[in-house]
């Protein structure tokens, strides 16, 4: 079948709502493309006009986490959008086919995805139905925000509700401010991801329910369980970031921008914080003692740097096999770790710390020598 004397359809890969995708090839450029035309039965003029919206919306979009729109026009009275074709599968048939994702793929996608969102964001483009389905893998792993079908501008006084009262959207992803009919806004896509995170690392969504009433309830009014406790292996630091992106409120939600520079930043990993320099004064009179040399049955001490945050907190280092006194002459550094002995005050000292507690009392006196003056004055 060739659609617009351009496009020859081969297979169907998609079906939604409002139209049906094909894998298709354009034949004037010699490219496979993806083609998404609308169906007969809802070839409505809402429909067409949702269907324009979605091709003028996306098309402002030129970015490597949105699929792109190349072409638009209508064939035998309905209406066709040609896309970049995405050769991979969608994030749901990923999690199908291999169960729970991995803290280090999760952050891909949503490090990917909030650069997507933040592209549309900055456009003034609110997605609205941000779900598995829509978030594509291309065969490198590159995630691709999809079907705008839905999307609305910021400043659209429609944006919450269709024609007919019926809030728009997926259910098991809808933000609490939604579930309520209020408008879409950036932070109601956030906190979209946010779910579609939590049913990657866990397998299942944060919400779930028998009715539509009872999961918006939930959305509205219930808090989500840690993912760890439904499971899933996530360092601290993801799940704590990954339950802000939940947050009741919008605005205790990280923007799109702030989660895709916080996941590219690598602190989902949760790695502790550099510790602080050495003094040289204390660290010398150790390397000092590792000069000197030591007979039979003694090890030399090295100041190495620091094994961890625990000995950053006070606890005692792992005494291993590489500490143990060597039996022969020495060839080297060991690799034993000491924790730096406090010197004793000397005399110097002593007499500051005299002249400094002299000080606060001197001071203290004159303070509520002026305080009774005053009152007696008065």
């Not at 280090?104 to 598995?132: F, M, N, T």
């Not at 961890?308 to 005692?316: D, E, K, V, W």
């Amino acid at each position: 079948m060739l659609v617009a004397d351009r496009y020859r359809l081969h297979t169907v890969i998609g079906r939604g709502g409002m139209g049906e995708v094909w894998h298709a090839q354009d034949e004037v450029l010699g490219r496979p493309v993806a083609v998404k035309v609308l169906l007969n039965d809802v070839a409505d003029a809402s429909a067409e006009a949702r269907f324009r919206l979605e091709a003028q919306t996306s098309a402002r979009l030129n970015h490597p986490n949105v699929v792109g729109t190349l072409d638009f026009g209508t064939w035998e009275g309905r209406c066709f959008l040609v896309m970049e074709l995405v050769d991979g599968g969608s994030l749901a048939a990923e999690l199908t086919g291999g169960g729970p994702l991995h803290a280090d793929r999760l952050a891909q996608v949503a490090q990917e995805a909030a650069e997507g969102l933040a592209a549309a964001h900055e456009q003034g483009i609110v997605h609205r139905d941000v779900k598995p389905g829509n978030l594509l893998s291309d065969r490198h792993g590159t995630i691709r925000i999809a079907d705008f079908g839905i999307a609305r501008f910021v400043d659209d006084p429609s944006a919450g509700l269709t024609t007919t009262g019926q809030i728009v959207g997926t259910g098991l992803y809808l933000a609490p401010e939604r579930a309520i009919g209020t408008p879409a806004s950036s932070a109601s896509d956030m906190y979209s991801l946010g779910c579609v995170l939590y049913q990657l690392a866990v397998g299942h969504p944060p919400f779930e329910a028998d009715t539509p009433t009872a999961l918006l309830y939930q959305h509205v009014d219930a808090p989500p369980v840690p993912p760890h406790q439904r499971g899933a292996a996530l360092p601290p630091a993801f799940e704590a970031y990954l339950l802000s992106m939940l947050a009741k409120r919008p605005e205790d939600r990280p923007t799109a921008r702030q989660a895709a520079d916080w996941f590219r930043s690598g602190a989902w990993r949760g790695a502790p914080e550099p510790l602080p320099p050495e003094l040289p004064d204390a660290v010398e009179p150790y390397r000092q003692a590792g000069r000197r040399s030591t007979g039979p049955g003694r090890h030399r001490g090295a100041q190495q740097p620091s094994a961890g945050p625990a000995l950053h907190q006070g606890a005692a280092p792992d005494h291993g096999p590489a500490t143990r006194a060597t039996s022969g002459p020495d060839t080297g550094w060991s690799t034993s770790v000491h924790r730096v002995a406090p010197r004793r005050p000397g005399v110097r000292t002593s007499v500051r710390r005299h002249f400094r507690v002299l000080a606060v009392l001197g001071g203290a006196a004159l303070f509520v020598c002026a305080l009774l003056l005053g009152m007696n004055l008065f």
